[in-house]
Nanobody
Framework: QVQLVESGGGLVQPGGSLKLSCEAS????????MGWYRQAPGKERELVAV???????KKADFVKGRLTTSRDNAKNTVDVQIDRLKPEDTAVYYC??????????????WGQGTQVTVSS
């Protein structure tokens, strides 16, 4: 079983920055993709950014030019920092990890979500 612990949400003024951190723990062989999604009220969950275990990055257009990511495979962590936040960035942000267990089976784990509110 895998647990994803998220931190870093909160209230931020427009134009500010926010760093979200996620750490995976539990019993698993490896983590493949690991990253962040978000869901705004009344909208579907969408990709923010995902970092593969080889470092390749996939990110949404709405964060291009505003995003910094880091992943530490040894610590099973992934961080994202979003700059120049806008009110439309308000959402619940979820950590996501694609796990391979010791039997070779793949599974997907989600964090509980952390609220990010961008408002003055």
């Amino acid at each position: 079983q895998v647990q994803l612990v998220e931190s870093g949400g909160g209230l931020v003024q427009p134009g500010g920055s926010l760093k979200l951190s996620c750490e995976a723990s539990g019993s698993f062989k490896s983590i493949n993709d690991m990253g962040w999604y978000r869901q705004a009220p009344g909208k579907e969950r969408e990709l923010v950014a995902v970092v593969a275990d080889d470092g390749k990055l996939k990110k949404a257009d709405f964060v291009k030019g505003r995003l910094t990511t880091s992943r530490d495979n040894a610590k099973n962590t992934v961080d994202v920092q979003i700059d120049r936040l806008k009110p439309e960035d308000t959402a619940v942000y979820y950590c996501n990890a694609q796990i391979t267990d010791f039997s070779g089976r793949r599974d997907v784990a989600w964090g509980q979500g952390t609220q990010v509110t961008v408002s003055s």
